[in-house]
């Protein structure tokens, strides 16, 4: 625990000092995704029908942005700054001569990446209550460990690729072929319940998708309907990830 915390402790001496722009950077994306399809669309299908959780479709997909915030920059804030040491500053390296097993130097990073994902989904969390008034559908112990779990699993990808590419170009291609897809298919925007089964296999292959269907269970349904399976799935891949980003951390050579 001591290590993480040091390793972490570097990154927060950077974070500290951009604590409104990193809360308010992963604020754009919800916001126009709020405004465009929970008012503008969400107006339509509330006339022409019911979502199975939530009073309305704005209600429905509010969780889901929570989920998206807390992904995008999870991952964006972990993967840039490692990269940022290991392409620009050039003092990566420094962190790998540290006497510290490479699993503490991962979770040092993550929990960094852990908490940049909970300050943009904070603000977003405070736009869901100012929307619904419903401050109690989002902080609750239930709620707001999933977005904890979730922020894990991918700044533990943020990690992992930042230690991965050779360029900043390889950043954008990461997240135009893993995190934008997962943006629209994690059920961030529909019920999976209703898709075919083909699409099912694929929706349920993200964990995203255990992301947004806890998070939206936790904010509006009974306790009794909540999908316990999505914490040890979430979980499962957290420690998954920590055991690749350490075998990462032992083999980079820098």
């Not at 972490?8 to 974070?15: P, R, S």
């Not at 919800?30 to 509330?46: H, N, R, V």
């Not at 992301?211 to 040890?232: D, G």
């Amino acid at each position: 625990m001591a290590d993480i915390l040091t390793v972490f402790w570097g990154d927060w001496l950077e974070l500290r000092a951009r604590i409104a722009q990193v809360a308010a950077t992963g604020l754009i994306s919800p916001l126009i995704y709020i405004f465009a399809f929970g008012l503008g669309l969400g107006s339509a299908l509330d006339r022409a029908t019911t979502p199975p959780l939530g009073d309305s479709y704005l209600e429905f997909i509010l969780p889901g942005m929570v989920a998206l915030s807390s992904m995008t920059i999870s991952f964006g804030g972990t993967t840039f700054s490692i990269c940022g040491d290991r392409l620009f500053s050039q003092t990566f390296e420094e962190l790998l001569l540290m006497p510290v097993h490479p699993l503490a130097l991962y979770w040092g990073k993550v929990v960094a990446g852990i908490l940049r994902g909970l300050m943009t989904s904070g603000s977003v969390i405070l736009v869901a209550v100012l929307f619904t008034g419903k401050i109690f559908s989002f902080i609750n112990p239930l709620f707001l460990l999933i977005v904890v779990l979730n922020c894990a699993v991918f700044a533990g990808l943020g990690v992992i690729t930042g230690l991965s590419v050779k360029s900043l170009e390889s950043v954008g291609l990461y997240n135009n072929f893993l995190i934008v897809p997962m943006s629209f298919l994690g059920a961030t925007f529909f019920d999976p319940a209703t898709l075919p089964i083909a699409l099912k296999i694929v929706v349920y292959c993200l964990p995203l998708t255990y992301t947004s269907i806890a998070l939206r269970s936790a904010a509006y349904a009974p306790i009794s309907q909540f999908p316990w399976y999505s914490i040890p799935v979430l979980l499962g891949v957290a420690i998954a990830l920590a055991f690749w980003g350490a075998y990462k951390f032992s083999h980079q050579q820098d």
